[in-house]
């Protein structure tokens, strides 16, 4: 595992003077012998300094899959005994860690232990129930997502639902908010008890660039119609016990059909390396 920030650029030309060159070599004349083995050599040295570096790296391959990647780790981790603690990584290329201007680099698994803060991700109660609900007055309930995670570079929680709220062929539609200005991608105010459907939103660490206050919502991305999970949770920097409170609004009308409506909400934490 590499670590890296700011990697340094590479360039790249292609020499475009060859035939220029070769082709006054050989013309008489001490004079022009001596300027053109001048062009020759400086050729010689161009070439050199275009050639390419071979870079290595390793695959696998089997009839279902082929894996590219800069080297593959035989094992790694953190294993203790009564007398001593290690961390390892076997398998790394040039393991260590390498300082210059503009970088760091620390390659091998070792170092995600450098902080003591294990990667957790709880969520607070994973069984929801808004009980009855009544037509034009918004029913909410909550839980909370608590992250903390070993890496500099932060983290993004993610979420999806399986579909919408179903019960049998109907369906509680997700909610436009007021202005119908939301989507699963962006948030909007949700105040008006004449506005119906189902939304959430989120309020503590890593959530003020998704949602401006508690008044706004939005939807959850919808996997059943192919729409892929949004973040709504996200910080730069390593993190412990960070904290965001979810409340899930209803809303509905009084043309909604009774029924036990029900859906699945899936939660997604990315540490970032």
């Known amino acids: 595992m590499n670590q890296m920030t700011k990697p340094p650029s590479t360039s790249w030309h292609s020499p475009s003077t060859r035939g220029k060159i070769l082709s006054s070599f050989f013309k008489g004349g001490s004079f022009a012998i001596t300027k053109q083995v001048g062009l020759f050599i400086i050729f010689l040295l161009t070439i050199y300094y275009l050639r390419p ?24 981790g953190r294993k203790t005994s009564t007398n001593y603690t290690l961390t390892d ?61 070993p890496t500099g570079h932060g983290y993004d929680v993610l979420a999806i639902a399986n579909h ?23 948030s909007g105010v949700w105040t008006n008890n004449s506005t119906y459907g189902f939304g959430f939103n989120a309020n503590g660490d890593g959530t003020s660039s998704y949602f401006t206050n508690t008044t706004y919502f939005r939807q959850f991305a919808d996997n059943s119609s192919g729409e892929t999970a949004k973040i709504l949770m996200s910080e730069p920097t390593r993190v412990k016990d960070h904290s965001s409170l979810i409340t899930y609004k209803i809303n509905i009308s009084p043309l909604q059909a009774a029924g036990t409506y029900e859906n699945s909400i899936n939660f997604i934490a990315v540490p970032k390396y």
Do not use: W
């Open 89 to 149: 990584t076997v398998g790394q290329n040039a393991p260590g860690r390498y300082d210059n201007v503009g970088y760091v680099l620390k390659a091998g698994f070792q170092y995600l232990y450098e902080s003591g803060i294990p990667l957790s991700f709880e969520i607070s109660n994973t069984d929801l129930n808004f009980g009855s609900l009544t037509p034009n007055i918004g029913s909410t309930v909550t839980n909370t997502l608590t992250i903390s995670t």
């Open 164 to 186: 919408p709220l179903k019960s049998l062929g109907n369906t509680i539609p997700d909610t436009k908010c007021d202005s119908s200005s939301c989507s699963e991608s962006v």
């Open 53 to 76: 570096n071979t870079s290595l790296a390793q695959t696998f391959d089997s009839a279902s899959y082929h894996i590219d990647f800069g080297n593959f780790n035989m094992t790694s």
